[in-house]
C-alpha cells in the first residue's frame, strides 16, 4: 500500500523518460520495455528492503519520513522528465546550474530559463500542496497501517528478479550500431539508472588534450591606426537573443534584410553555441566555447584580448544589456575581475524593470542617449532579449503576425502542426519587435550623418528550434536551427577594404567577428585568437559550435562547406582539458542530413581530414586523430 502508487507513477515516468530514446524498430523497443522494467525492480529492491529494515526496528517517525521523502522524491521526476525533455538534462545538473554562483544568483539564473515568474509561482504553490498531502499521506500509513514483515523478503526477490532482467537486457545489446545508440539514449534518458554505463555509440578517437589558450603580450602586437579619430570610427555590435538566420526576411525584419545587403556576403554564418552563455564568451573573446570551462575556473580574468586592444587603440566601452551579462561570469571574462575594460554599462535587469521588452526598451533609450556624444572611438555592446521564449513585444505594439498563441507550454512536444504555427508566428512577432528597435539605431545613425562611417556588425547569440529534430527552444543539441544565426558584419566605405574577399566568400562564426574588426583598423594579433579575419579566412577552414552542458561542453561540432562531424567527449562530469577519449559520432551534410562519411575505410579517414581535420587538430595537441583499438 504506501509504495504502489510509486511503482504506478514510476513506471509512467519510466515510459515518457523512453519517448526520449530513439528506438528504430519493434524489437528495439521491446528490449527496451524489458530494460526499464529491471531498472523498476531493482529501484524498489532498494526501497523495500530499507522499508522492511526500518519496520523490523520498529522506527516509526523514521518510517515515516522515509516514506515522505521517496515520495517527494518520486513527485520530483516530473520535474526531471521536462527538463530532460527540454534541454536534455536531469534535474540534479538542473538545480546545479541554477544555484551556479551562489543563492544570490539563484534569481539571475532562473531569469535566463525564461521561465515566467506566473509559472513559477504556480509551481511553489503546487509543492506546497504536494509536502502537505505526502506528510499526510505518510502519516496516515504508518500511523493506522500495521504491514507484515515482509519487506526484507520482496525486497530481496526484487533485486533477484531485476538484476536477471538487467543482466538480459543488457547481453542483448550486441553490436547492432542502431541499438547501440538507441540504448545510450535510454540509459541517458532514464531519471535513475543501474548498471555499467552504456557504450557511447560512434568511432573512438584518442587524443592528447585540449590545446591550452595562450595570448601573446598585446604590447607586442602592431598598431597602425592613423591618430585622428576618422580612423577609429564607432563600432557597433547588437547580440540579439535567440534569432535564426532564416529568420531574417523582408517581411519580419526589414531593417536587418535592408542592412544584410550592406554588408559582406558569407558562404554561411554559425554561432559558436546553442546557449547564450558559451556564445557570448566566443564573441567576445573570439576563443571557441570548448575552452569556456578553463576560463571560468580562472582564478583570475584580465578580460578578452580583443576588449584589452580595443582600449590601448583609445576605445571606449559602452555596454547595454536587458538580460545581465554575469550570466556564468561573462562579465568578468569579457571586462576583467573587476569590469575595468568597461567605461560604463547599463544592466536593465538589475535596474528592477520587469518584462524583457520593457528591459530591451530601456537598453535602446539608453544606447541613443549615448550616441548624442563625441563621436570616434567608442564601443557600443547591445544585448537584447525580447525573442527569448517566452517570445515578448509590449502589449501596445503591433503583432503582424497573427493569429499567435497567446502562452504556450514549451515542456509540451506534441504540439500540433496548427498549434506549432501560432507559437511560431509569436516568434516572428517578437522578432518583428526587435527589429524596430534596432531600426531606431540605424535611424539615429542617419539623422546624425554617420549611418556610413560606423562598424556594424549584429548576429544573433544562437538558433530557436520549433521540432524539427525533435526538440524545442535550444542548448539541446547541435543541428542547425539551434546554430544558425545571422551575422551581419559592414564597414565604413573606403577605396578598398584591408583584403578583398576572396571570389568564393568564407565560412563566418562568432569567433570571427573581432579579429576581423581588428584588421579592418590596422591590428595584426597573431596567436590571441581561435577565430580568424574574414578578410583573410578561407572556404576551407571550419566552424566550431560547442554544446552546452554545465561549465565545460562535453560535445561540438565542426562544420566545413560541405559536411559536419559531430563529437562527443567520454565523460560528462570531467573537465575538458583532462578528457582523452573523444567520440565521432555522426556526420551529415550542412543541413543536417546522414552521411556516408562516417565509414572507417581509408577513403572515410582522407574525406575526414579533408572535411575536418584543419580545425580538428587546431584544438587538440599533436597526434589528434588517433583512432582507439
Known sequence: MPWLPCWIYYLWIAWRASANAALSSAAFRAEAVLFIAAQSLLLFGIIALADGAICLAGWRRARMLWIWLAHLAFAALYLDSLLFRIMSL????????????????????????????????LYVLGAAVLVLTLGLYSYAIVRWWRPPAVGLRLGRALLGLGYLALVSAIASVGDDPSWVAGFADLRKAMPICFGPAARIPGTPLLIQGLRQPKVPPLGEISIEMAATDSARPDIILIVLESTRGDFITKEITPNLQQLRAECLPFLDTLASGNASHLSWYSLLTGRQGLYFGVEKRAPRHEGSAAIRLLRRAGYKVHVFCSSTLDYHDIDKIAFGDHLELCDSIVDAQKLGIRGSPQRDLQVIRSVLAAMDGPPGGR?????????????????????????????????????????LALVMNRYRNALHFQDRLVGEVFSKLKRQGRYEKVVLAVTGDHGEEFLEHGKLLHASNLYRPQTHVPLLLRFPPREALPVPLSARPPLASQVDI???????????????????????????QVVIT?????????????????????????SRTRPTVEQRTLYLTEVTDTNDVPSSIQDRSLAGRLIFQTNFGIAFKSLFTEGGLKQAK
Not at 95 to 107: E, F, K, M, R, W
Not at 522 to 535: A, N, Q, R, V, Y
Not at 546 to 570: G, M, R, T, Y
Open 514 to 540: 573581432f579579429p576581423t574588426i581588428l584588421h579592418y583598423l590596422g591590428m595584426h594579433p597573431t596567436g590571441c585568437f581561435d577565430g580568424e579575419s574574414l578578410f583573410r579566412k578561407i572556404d576551407e
Open 379 to 419: 564601443l557600443f555592446l547591445l544585448f537584447l532579449h525580447s525573442t527569448h521564449h517566452d517570445y515578448d513585444w509590449p502589449p501596445d505594439e503591433p503583432a503582424p503576425f497573427a493569429p499567435y498563441a497567446e502562452r504556450w507550454n514549451y515542456s509540451d512536444f506534441r504540439l500540433s502542426r496548427e498549434r
Open 546 to 570: 560547442a554544446e552546452n552542458a554545465d561549465l565545460d561542453p562535453v560535445s561540438f561540432c565542426i562544420q566545413s562547406p560541405c559536411a559536419k562531424a559531430f563529437f562527443q567527449f567520454e
Open 90 to 121: 536531469h534535474l540534479v545538473q538542473g538545480l546545479t546550474i541554477l544555484c551556479q554562483g551562489g543563492v544570490s544568483h539563484i534569481p539571475l539564473n532562473w531569469a535566463h530559463t525564461g521561465i515566467p515568474c506566473e509559472s513559477l509561482r
